[in-house]
């Protein structure tokens, strides 16, 4: 068996595709369940004496909602998403967040497709959600149009900077489909509500994508 230490390595600076154009990263990791335990046993003393194995013990912290000991723990990803998913991702405000700068650097010349297939309707009872997808040739027609979109905002936005204009003025109007990059980085038991709420079959099905890998 692997050791923790051995398992981060194995991931370190590997891509894991994500929809189209995006991935996330494992660029470092600090604690592992050493951490959790030496934390738990300082913090409820006694109340941890019963349980001897380390295992056990952090099932017994995770059934008990003690989740304070899983704060010592931290990861640090590097991901590209789409900037309308990014959206909902910083949400979490407990993370470390250093972005992409399009006012910096030339805009990521990628933007995330949607396959004829994956159109959704509105849900009819839930305004942030949806439900099935349209009829085949709307779909169709729907990804060419969104195909062409892609194409023209970004000659826009390349005819801008060929014409000097400034970077923080010229990506106006680049879709909110245009990936971003970012550095992540969050302690475990944040990271866990992360992927609570996130993988959860409410959430959006792109941002699902990102919290199943």
Known sequence: MLSNAAVVESLRWRKIPVLDEGFVCLVDAMGDDAAIVQAARVSYGAGTKQV???RTLIRYLMRHDHTTPFEMCEVKLLVRVPMDCWRQWIRHRMASVNEYSTRYSVAIDAAHRTGPDQWRKQAASN???????????IGRRLSQAETELHAHARDVYRQRLDAGIAREQARKDLPLSTYTEAYWKIDLHNLLHFLQLRMDEHAQWEIRQYASV
Not at 127 to 137: A, I, K, L
């Open 127 to 137: 305004r942030q959600g949806s439900e099935g997808t349209v009829d085949p040739e």
């Open 52 to 54: 001897s194995d380390d």
